[in-house]
């Protein structure tokens, strides 16, 4: 198991986001975690990538307790995050902005810069382009792109289609499993269950911090419960 998130408690002051989520993510797959908003998604990547603390519970990466592990290391360890709301250097060009994401590398990163110009064109075609000048899609690639720079083992992708025009979202998810199929492992939140669990392998379903059910992404989209909560189904 590449990655196991064992009755984790998250809490924001008083306020608990995370009442005791398990899950795993097993090395090559695409598991989505979806829910109504504010059930925790977003606090379960920012957890896993070391952004929140734990309150009580564990995470274990390749078999190591990194509950306690520094975010920075975590990058290191190959958790990339690419968050939600983008975050990019507005004052930085997109070559700049995607070696910001290169920083914890130790050799040279030209290899990453390649492949991450080879997987977004639009980016190669504007690297001294300012970062906050680029459109919202453009920027929600060099979100995911920065992410990339690290060569992660599993890839954490919080919201990447939100707020995109329908034909660029069917093109992040298809980047996503082009992602998946080059080796990087991905665990994606997504408001876009349809088109999550189309792409993904498996899939956890979560409700105010709890998970409340998880099953093969493809049986998910079949589920009448889950039709009707999430996928505006019959
Ligand atoms: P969405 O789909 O709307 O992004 P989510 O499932 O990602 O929702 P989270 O953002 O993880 O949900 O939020 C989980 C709970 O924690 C919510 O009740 C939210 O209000 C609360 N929360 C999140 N961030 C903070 C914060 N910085 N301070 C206080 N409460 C927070």
Known sequence: ?????????????????????????????????????????????????????????????????????????????????????????????????????????????????????????????RKQQFGGTMSGGEQQMLTIGRALMTNPKVLLLDEPSMGLAPLLIKQIFEIITTINQRGTTVLLVEQNAQQALQIAHRAYVMETGTITKTAPAQDLLHDPAVRAAYLGGD
Request: no cysteine; hydrophobic share 40%.
């Open 1 to 125: 198991m590449l990655l196991e998130v064992h009755d984790i408690h998250v809490h924001y002051g008083k306020i608990a986001a995370l009442k005791g989520i398990s899950l795993q993510v097993d090395e090559g797959e695409i598991v989505t975690l979806i829910g109504a908003n504010g059930a925790g998604k977003t606090t379960t990547l920012k957890t896993v990538s070391g952004l929140r603390p734990l309150t009580s519970g564990s995470i274990r990466f390749q078999g190591r307790d990194i509950s306690k592990v520094a975010g920075h290391k975590r990058v290191v360890m190959g958790i990339g995050h690419a968050p939600e709301g983008r975050g990019i250097f507005p004052g930085m060009t997109v070559q700049e902005n995607l070696l910001m994401g290169a920083y914890a590398r130790k050799d040279d990163a030209t290899k990453e810069l390649d492949e991450v110009y080879d997987l977004f064109p639009r980016l190669a075609e």
